[in-house]
């Protein structure tokens, strides 16, 4: 997490006054000051847009009983553009105006997507795991412990991420 900030705060800004410098020294100070004002302007304008348009899309989604999980990501990329469009520099200004498009935002939502459903996954498999952990150590009726459960418990932290498929029936 250091290491982020790290970049978001110290690195970023550093590359970005420096890119500032080099376009002033070139163009002028006031053409550099107009184009950074002109970029935040015109991305907010975008942004708001097709904001607007994916609030209405996720409407619609909500109404027929669908997930929009498509457009919740698109919203949240498009949240990331605004302020990467609104923050004063021209590297920024470049990412944001990158996540405007709908083949880029498509890309990365491709991505988060499969980032997504693997982290659940692997939450579902320990969740399941600690679910049996916890059910190795409680006594059945008889009270003897199962001896399943007591060779899973001991396993189950070796496996972490591993799922296994299979059907289960407890017999007492």
């Known amino acids: 997490m250091f290491r982020i900030l790290f970049v978001f705060f110290i690195i970023i800004p550093i590359i970005e006054i420096s890119v500032i410098m080099q376009v002033g020294a070139l163009i002028g100070p ?3 000051v107009a184009i950074v004002i002109l970029t935040a302007w015109f991305g907010a304008k975008k942004v708001r847009e ?3 348009a994916t609030l209405t899309s996720v409407q619609t989604k909500m109404a027929h009983g669908e997930m929009p999980s498509d457009e919740i990501i698109a919203g949240v990329m498009l949240l990331i553009a605004g302020v ?9 200004d470049a990412f944001g105006l990158s996540l405007l498009f709908p083949t880029v935002r498509a890309a990365i939502a491709k991505a988060a997507k499969k980032h997504i459903v693997i982290n659940q996954a692997n939450a579902s498999a320990n969740h399941f795991y600690e679910n049996q952990a916890e059910q190795s150590f409680n006594p059945d009726n ?8 007591q060779k899973d418990s001991h396993q189950s932290h070796l496996h972490h991420g591993n799922t296994i ?6 017999k007492e």
């Open 84 to 92: 990467l469009l609104v923050t004063p520099g021209f590297v920024t």
């Open 142 to 149: 008889d009270g003897n412990q199962n001896d399943f459960s």
């Open 165 to 170: 498929d299979g059907e289960f029936e407890r």
């Open 30 to 32: 006031w053409p550099t």
């Open 50 to 52: 097709q904001g607007l």
